[in-house]
Each structure stands twice: as C-alpha cells, then as structure tokens.
C-alpha cells in the first residue's frame, strides 16, 4: 500500500519572492510604455501571476487561458485543446505569457503556435520553472525564474491531481511505497 506522497521543500517562500523581484525587473525594462496583454495559463500560473504583476508598475493587462492536454496520468500526450478561451484580442498586441512549468514543451509550444496565428505585434515566454531534461520539443523562455530537476514538483499554483496548490513553497512530492 503506498502512502499519501509527501512534499519537500525546493525553493522556499523567500527564494520565489527574489526570483519573482528579478523577474519583474526583467520584464519592467522591456515592456516600459507598450502595455502589454499578460496571458496565464490556468490553473498552474494564478500564484505566480498574482505576485509578478503587483510588482510591474506600468499598465498592462491582465487574460487567462485554460488548456487541457489528452494524457495518460502525468504525461502530456501532445494533443492539447484550449478548454477557455480568451476574450481579449490578440492582434497588433505584445502578448506576454505566463507559465507554471515547462516540461516536454509541448503545451507550450502548441499555445505559442496558437497565438501567433492571431497576429501579435511580439509573443514572449515567462515561466516560473523549467525542466530542461524532458524536453521533447525546443522552447524558447524569455524570462525562467527557476530550473527544476527531473521529479515531480508542487506548490505555489503547481498541483499534483488538484492538490498542494495552496503550499508557499515549490516543493518535491516524494512518492512513498
Ligand atoms: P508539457 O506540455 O509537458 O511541457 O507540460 C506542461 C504542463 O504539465 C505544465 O503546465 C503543468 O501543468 C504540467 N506539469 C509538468 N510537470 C509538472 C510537475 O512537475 N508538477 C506539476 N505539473 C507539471
Ligand atoms: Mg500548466
């Protein structure tokens, strides 16, 4: 019987909130006076998304995207479908998106190609983490607050079948036999 998995912490409260500020000055510097369209993609990026625009102090705004991926428990299969749409024209504007992880890239990459056929004036990439060791597609990230190793991560939006969602920290789920 294996028990209920455990978190362990990977980077803590404290180390986001600097990662996060890094990040902010990043895209402060490139987007001063443009007004960009930040777009999230649900669930995973409500947290980060939350922090990071409190911290960007010119006009922009602000547009969810919910994507469903047809896998087999945590693979992604590739085949992804937009569940969500936006409401929000994309044309002529400087689209932002906001990610949790970036894993295969195949989410991703299928978000972007979906993007630039609506006709963005620029199209970037933030994500908060990446896992460079599993990519099966080539993902350009503009902005990467962290490089995650190859295990299963949670936390601060990132859940793990709905769960650990609420957690501060990013954490490692050890799974326990
Ligand atoms: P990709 O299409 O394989 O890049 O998968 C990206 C999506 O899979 C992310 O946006 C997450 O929703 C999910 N995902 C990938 N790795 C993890 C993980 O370690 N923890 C939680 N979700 C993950
Ligand atoms: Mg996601």
């Known amino acids: 019987m294996s028990s209920q998995p455990k978190p362990h912490i990977l980077f803590s409260k404290g180390e986001i909130e600097t990662t996060v500020k890094r990040l902010a000055a990043e895209i402060k510097k490139d987007y001063q006076g443009k007004h960009p369209l930040l777009i999230g993609i649900l669930k995973g990026s409500f947290m980060f998304m939350a922090d990071l625009i409190r911290l960007l102090d010119f006009p922009l705004e602000v547009e969810f995207i919910r994507l469903s991926s047809y896998g087999q428990g945590r693979e992604t299969s590739g085949k992804v479908k937009v569940v969500q749409g936006l409401r929000t ?7 932002l998106v906001i ?9 991703i990459s ?18 908060l983490t990446d896992k460079p060791s599993r990519r099966q597609v080539p993902v350009t990230i503009d902005y990467l607050g962290f490089i995650v190793p190859n295990k ?17 920290d990013i954490c490692v789920l050890e799974v326990k036999d």
């Open 89 to 95: 024209e994309v044309k002529g504007r400087d689209i």
């Open 152 to 168: 299963f991560i949670v936390g601060y939006g990132i859940d793990w079948d709905e769960k650990f969602r609420n957690l501060p």
């Open 110 to 127: 299928f978000l972007l190609d979906y993007l630039w056929k609506r006709k963005p004036d620029s199209l970037k990439l933030c994500a």
């Open 99 to 107: 990610e949790d992880i970036v894993d295969t890239g195949l989410t």
